[in-house]
């Protein structure tokens, strides 16, 4: 018994083949007008399905993450800013770092794009299949203290290992709490060369100790961090300056 498009479709829906559903109708009309035979249109129709699967789970990944924005390397404007350390960022692009279970520390001032490096690093492990989560420093600190009042600790503790990357932006661009030294030491000392991290933070490595408020912490934490961490410096022009400085160039001439 032949079905017709309309039960055809059904059929796929009962199967959770919406990917063939959305490209049903195209195919058979490519086999109406002779484009392709049975075997091309089928094949067409398993790679729809295929790729539909792969977007959604692609976009399952990216929403799991914690990614506020898509970032693009192939955005950045390296002419910019020459003195960025593009050979050291494009390496760490391959993303050899990962598999390494090594990690990342970008220091320098505000607006050089040290984030924006960072969320694209972390979506491109995204696409190629890495658990990746990402948290601003103020933001982690607070998942803590809050999965500690509901006594889900553990739980939010064994999110954060399961990481492949854990990608922890902006550390000290807030004032952290007093706890937030132990708090980070757990952290890094628990994916110590297991898993990789990124962190990126305005304020030089021999300030931390000043701003954690605890030196006889920091010390271990950032002996872990530094054993097998590449430490890039962030140095050059300020990208907001040059964005507030075009938006204020478009006023006056607007005027």
């Given at each position: 018994m032949t079905m017709?498009?309309?039960?055809?479709?059904?059929?796929?829906?009962?199967?959770?083949?919406?990917?063939?559903?959305a490209t049903?109708?195209?195919r058979a009309l490519q086999v109406a007008h002779h484009d392709m035979d049975f075997i091309e249109a089928f094949s067409g129709l398993v790679q729809d399905e295929l790729d539909r699967r792969r977007s959604r789970l692609l976009e399952r990944r990216f929403s799991q993450s914690g990614l506020p924005e898509r970032k693009d390397l192939n955005d950045f404007d390296w002419g910019y800013n020459p003195r960025l350390p593009r050979r050291d960022i494009l390496e760490l692009a391959t993303l050899k770092f990962i598999d390494a279970h090594?990690?990342?520390l970008f220091i320098g001032p505000p607006?050089?794009?040290?984030?924006?490096?960072?969320?694209?690093l972390a979506q491109l492990a995204v696409s190629r299949g890495y658990k990746v989560l990402y948290r601003e420093a103020h933001q982690l600190i607070d998942d803590i203290h809050e999965a500690r009042e509901l006594g889900e600790l553990r739980k939010y503790r064994q999110q954060l290992n399961n990481a492949e990357l854990l990608v922890i932006d902006?550390?000290?661009?807030?004032?952290?709490?007093?706890?937030?030294?132990?708090?980070?030491?757990?952290?890094?000392m628990s994916r110590y060369e297991k898993h990789s991290m990124i962190i990126t933070s305005n304020r030089p490595v021999d300030d931390w100790g000043k701003l954690l408020g605890d030196v006889v912490v920091v010390t271990p934490l950032l002996d872990r961090l530094m054993h097998h961490a590449h430490l890039l410096k962030f140095e050059g022009k300020s990208w907001r300056l040059k964005e507030a400085a075009n938006r204020l160039a478009k006023q006056k001439k607007s005027v």
């Amino acid at each position: 018994m032949t079905m017709s498009l309309p039960e055809l479709e059904r059929a796929l829906r009962s199967l959770r083949l919406s990917g063939m559903i959305a490209t049903l109708e195209t195919r058979a009309l490519q086999v109406a007008h002779h484009d392709m035979d049975f075997i091309e249109a089928f094949s067409g129709l398993v790679q729809d399905e295929l790729d539909r699967r792969r977007s959604r789970l692609l976009e399952r990944r990216f929403s799991q993450s914690g990614l506020p924005e898509r970032k693009d390397l192939n955005d950045f404007d390296w002419g910019y800013n020459p003195r960025l350390p593009r050979r050291d960022i494009l390496e760490l692009a391959t993303l050899k770092f990962i598999d390494a279970h090594e990690g990342a520390l970008f220091i320098g001032p505000p607006g050089l794009g040290k984030s924006h490096v960072a969320k694209a690093l972390a979506q491109l492990a995204v696409s190629r299949g890495y658990k990746v989560l990402y948290r601003e420093a103020h933001q982690l600190i607070d998942d803590i203290h809050e999965a500690r009042e509901l006594g889900e600790l553990r739980k939010y503790r064994q999110q954060l290992n399961n990481a492949e990357l854990l990608v922890i932006d902006d550390l000290f661009l807030r004032k952290l709490p007093t706890t937030a030294g132990d708090e980070l030491a757990d952290v890094i000392m628990s994916r110590y060369e297991k898993h990789s991290m990124i962190i990126t933070s305005n304020r030089p490595v021999d300030d931390w100790g000043k701003l954690l408020g605890d030196v006889v912490v920091v010390t271990p934490l950032l002996d872990r961090l530094m054993h097998h961490a590449h430490l890039l410096k962030f140095e050059g022009k300020s990208w907001r300056l040059k964005e507030a400085a075009n938006r204020l160039a478009k006023q006056k001439k607007s005027v």
